[in-house]
Structures are given as C-alpha cells and as structure tokens.
C-alpha cells in the first residue's frame, strides 16, 4: 500500500512538469528573435567553463616547464595560453552579459503577453463568475506571478541545458582522475535538492491556502487608500479598525513565512556543510596525488577548479529542477484559469420573427450554489412601444429580473423572448446592441467627459456628434459647456486635472450614455435618477418620455411619481409577481402598490 502511495505521489510529481511545454511555446510565440538569442549564449555558457579550466592547466604546466628549462619558446607558450584565456573569458563575460539583456527584453514582453492573456479570457467571463469567490481566488491566483513564472521556467530550462554541458565537460576532465570524484560530487548536491523540492512544494500550498485572505489584505488598502471611500473612513473614524485588521492578517501570513523561512535556512545551512565537506576531502585527495607525484601541480589546479565549479554547477542544476518544479506548480495556477471551460453562446438569430417585444414565460432563476429561488415562475409580456414600471423592496429581485433581460443571467427554467425568438437563440452582440442600460451602480470612469458617455456606443467612442446628441437627451449638456475643457475634461481625482461631478451630474452623464446607443429598441433604467431631487427627476422623465415613444422601457425605480407615467407597471415581491397593471388599474386594486402609493404621497403632504 505505502508502494503504491509513493508511486502515486511520484507520478503526480512529475505530471506537474506538463507545463514546461505550454511555457516553452508560450516563450517562443512571444519572442522568437530573443528565445534564439538566449539558447546560443547558454550554449556558448555551458561549453567555455570547461575550456576556461583547461587552458587554466595548460598555462600552471607551461609555467612550471618554463621554470625549470629556462627556453624562450616554453615562455612565449605560457604567454600565449594567458591570452587565449584572456580571449575566452572576454567571449564569456560577452556571452553572460548578452544573456542578461535578451533575458530582460523577454521578461518585459512575456509580461504583458501573459497580462493579456489573462485580460482576454476574463472578457469571455460570464457575470456569474465575477460574484463566485472561489473562482475570483482562482484569477487571483492566476494574476499572481503570472507573468514572471513562464521566463523563470524557460531560464531555468535553458540553465539546465547550460548546466548540463558544462557538467558534462567537466565529468569528462575528472574522470582522467578518478570516477570516484564524479559520484562524490553528485551525491553529495542530492539531499539539498530533496529539501529545496520539499519546502518549494510547502511554499506553494501557503499560496493557494491564503489566498482570500491576501484579496482581503488589497480590499482593506483599496479602502484606506482611494477617495471614494476616504468621506466615510475618516468620518466614521474607520481608519484605526481597518488598518488593524491589516496588520493582523499581515501576522498570520507572516507568522507562516517566518517558520518556512527558517526551517529552509536551517536545512539548506546543514545539507550545504555535506557540501563543502565532500569538497575538502577531495581537495585533500588532490593534494596528496600531486605530493605523490601521480598528477602534475597544472593538473591539480584544474581539478580543483573543475570540482569546485562542478560541485556549484551540480547544485544549481538540482536547484533549478527544484525551481522547475515551483514554477510549474504556479503556471498550473495559469492555465487552470485560462482553459477554463466556458459555456459559449451558440446564438446566430439576428432579426426576430415577430414584432410582439419582450415576453417573460415561467421564468425562475437561482445562484448554481443556492437552493432558494431569487426570482419565480416571472411571466409578463411588453409589446414595442410600452413603457414597464417595476417597484418592489430592496432584495425583492427587480435587478436580477434586469440581468436575466440583459443575458448577464441565464434563466434556471422558463424562457425569454424577444420578438418571438428565445435570447439564447439571439446573436449576442446584436442583442447587446438593442438594448442600453443604466444600473444603479453605474461605472464613474476616470476617462473624459466625451468618453464618459461614448462608452454607450463603442463604435462611435470619439464621435464629438454623437456625445452632443446624446448629451442633449440626457440634459447633461448645459453642465458639460460650464465645464474648462467641455467634453475634454478629465473627470475623477485618479489622474492630473481631474474634475468630480456631483451625484445628479454623474446620473446625467450615465443617462448620456444610454442614449449613446441610438439603434436600442430597448432601455433599460434601473435607479437612474436615485440621486436627484424629485422635481429634477421629474423634468427627466417627462422629457425621456418624448424621447422614447417608439422604443421599450424598462424602469426601476422607488418614486411613484415617475413609475405612474408608465404603461404597465408590475409591483415585486420575494421573487415574484404580486401585482400588474396601470398606474389606475393598481390604485383601484387598493392593494400592496395602492398603500406604497398612498404612504409616499403622504410624505409630500
């Protein structure tokens, strides 16, 4: 059974090793020019160490001839084997340092290769994935020395091709002296290779383990540190209690770092005396075979040299295997993320079948991890034209309703449809383009004024018509011409210059951007005017209205004022549907809508 179990763990071992080869590609796609740079100088790297250490011997013998025969010609021998030294320790210095450059040059494209191969596939990612947070911690873990890992992987594959022709020249000038010597020098590197395997794999298990708590440690500086939530940090006087809470994460984690760190000095500091002992016992070896006569005082100084640097250079090839193996551990971080799989949509339909609008049949919808419905059997039908009023209490499932309309959701049962063709059936890129939506949420961009609003259309981002047009429909242009710059200023306080705008300001600039989309058929509006005084809200929508006679509207909003201007209005509650109808319809109902209704007015009496 214990047989089993170590094969088992030794054939896992060695499965994590895969991939060096999707690194390896990755290397070569990104930079062909360097990747071939690096594998001549490792060449060049690995071969003139050995060269180095027997010209060393040539000139040691030379000069000892030279001593004792006194000729010129043993002189100029000596002489020249210096200068071929010099030559070749300057073609290896070259060689080092040409390493060094094309290394740095692909570090800096790799990095951003793999950065956006990450970018790329979160654009494939669904909604459902941003709010899961053990996938979150995955693409987290992902992004974490992500782009560092694949170079660190290929230098040391290429080190350890280095490695291994040096290593081998060096074995085939040791061997003239005994093969004893080269199994002492890779015997004694084993041991320190097991422990630095051991504690690398130990490290990487601390990595994956503490990964929410390392999110949480960046969530706590994103609060101390953005102004956005500096108002509340320093008025509610959070900035104690939450860089305490900062420190104390700090100490678990480091509390884990101090104890592997030592145990890893300690060890490495014990297996490396085993080292330096097998070292002097050799060189004790060399010494008394030179007194003995049975090498020459050139031949000992190499093979000093040689064991030496064969001693070092077989540590560092066991250290780079070590290495090797961390840096797989984390690239399994990478490519669990990037192959992923992720449900695609297959919709090609790009014009519906009938002209009937939107229709909800049955539908339910939970979270995959949940058991309790967020929203039940939804059935309500709005034909082109119509303006669909949704109210309801917080957490009664108006937004999710939205989402599900969006395709951000996907329903768990029932169906939508619009103009007779299921969602899923729809080409999403021209379902997206039907539709604008302003959440209540909506993103402040620290981008200008003009863009601010030219996200709503993609293709027409820098079209200054279009965000004039669209500007004017969302009654956010006077305020935009007081502006310095107009459409060109900088909005937020992230870069140089930047303007903030109040609350109302920024839902005007959100309503611009809706309108961006002048193709949609339908808007969606979910809270759009929360930050507006009720008479402001009020001059918005009698105007949206005139605007929007022949498209569909979608609004969620708490204010009865403005709900009543629309033609059907659906009233939630826990997931469902409680009432429909007009604005009248429900107020002679005299039911839930009725006494919101009545409790607002009151409020305004």
């Known amino acids: ?53 027997y010209v060393g011997k040539l000139i040691v013998d030379s000069v000892v001839l030279a001593s004792q025969n006194g000729a010129m010609s043993d002189r100029y021998l000596a002489l020249s084997y210096v200068g071929l030294e010099a030559i070749a320790l300057i073609v290896l210095a070259a060689s080092q340092k040409g390493l060094s450059i094309f290394q740095a040059l692909l570090r800096v494209q790799l990095g951003q290769r793999v950065n956006v191969l990450i970018l790329e596939k979160a654009l494939t990612l669904d909604l ?41 020249t060096f074995s085939g000038l040791l061997l003239h002296f005994s093969i004893w010597a080269v199994l002492v020098l890779v015997l004694a590197a084993i041991p320190s290779f097991i422990a630095e395997t051991r504690f690398s794999e130990h490290a990487f298990r601390l990595f994956r383990w503490r990964s929410p708590e390392t999110r949480q440690q960046h969530y706590l500086e994103t609060l101390l540190t953005r102004e956005d939530y500096a108002k509340e940090v320093q008025l509610y006087q959070l900035g104690d209690m939450l860089l305490q809470r900062y420190h104390n994460i700090f100490d678990r984690l480091y ?44 031949e000992m100084t190499m093979y000093l040299v040689v064991f030496r640097q064969g001693q070092s250079t077989f540590a560092s090839t066991l250290t780079s295997i070590g290495g090797m193996y961390e840096d797989n551990l984390y690239l399994a971080n990478l490519y669990e993320f990037l192959e ?118 993609i293709e027409h981002l820098n079209d200054d018509q279009e965000w004039e047009i669209a500007s004017e429909k969302g009654m956010a242009k006077p305020f935009i011409n007081n502006m310095p710059q107009g459409f060109g200023t900088q909005l937020g306080k992230w870069f140089k210059g930047g303007q903030e705008l109040s609350g109302g300001q920024w839902q005007k600039v959100a309503l611009s951007r809706a309108f961006m989309r002048s193709q949609a058929d339908i808007l969606v509006l979910d809270e759009p005017t929360a930050a507006m005084d009720a ?13 929007t006679k022949d498209q569909m509207v979608v609004l969620i909003s708490h204010r009865f004022s403005t709900v009543r201007m629309a033609d059907k209005i659906i009233v939630m509650a826990n997931g469902r549907i409680i009432e429909q109808g007009s604005h009248e319809q429900l107020l002679e109902a005299a039911g839930r809508y009725a006494h919101l209704f009545s409790l607002q007015a009151a409020g305004y009496k």
């Open 1 to 53: 059974m214990k047989k089993k179990s170590l094969k088992k763990s030794f054939i896992k071992s060695l499965s994590i090793f895969r991939f060096s080869g999707k690194a390896l590609e990755l290397v070569w796609t990104t930079s062909r020019v360097c990747t071939f740079a690096i594998a001549i100088f490792t060449l060049i790297n690995g071969l003139l160490p050995a060269a180095v250490a």
């Open 128 to 168: 459902a994935h941003f709010e899961d947070s053990e996938f979150y911690d995955k693409m987290s873990q992902a992004r974490s020395q992500a782009s560092s890992r694949p170079l660190s992987l290929i230098s040391r594959i290429f080190g350890l091709v280095q490695s291994a022709l040096t290593l081998l």
């Open 255 to 298: 509390d884990e770092d101090r104890r592997l760190t030592i145990q890893k000095g300690l060890w490495g500091y014990l297996w490396g005396l085993l080292s330096t002992g097998a070292f002097y016992a050799a060189y004790a070896w060399m010494v008394i075979e030179a007194i003995a006569g049975k090498i020459s005082l050139g």
């Open 340 to 457: 992923q799989s992720i449900p695609q949509s297959h919709g090609k339909i790009r014009q519906g079948i009938l002209q009937e609008g939107i229709r909800f049949e049955h539908v339910s919808f939970r979270y995959p991890e949940s058991q309790q419905p967020v929203l039940e059997d939804i059935s309500l039908h709005l034909h082109h034209g119509e303006k669909l009023a949704i109210v309801g209490e917080n957490g009664s499932g108006k937004t999710t309703l939205i989402k599900l309309l969006t395709r951000l959701y996907q329903p768990s049962s029932g169906k939508i449809l619009l103009d007779g063709v299921d969602l899923n059936d729809w080409d999403i890129d021209i379902l997206r383009k039907r539709i604008g939506v302003i959440f209540q949420n909506f993103v402040q961009y620290q981008f200008t004024v003009g863009e601010n609003i030219g996200v709503g259309d």
């Open 535 to 547: 008479e402001a809200e009020m001059n918005i929508f009698n105007h949206f209205r005139s605007l």
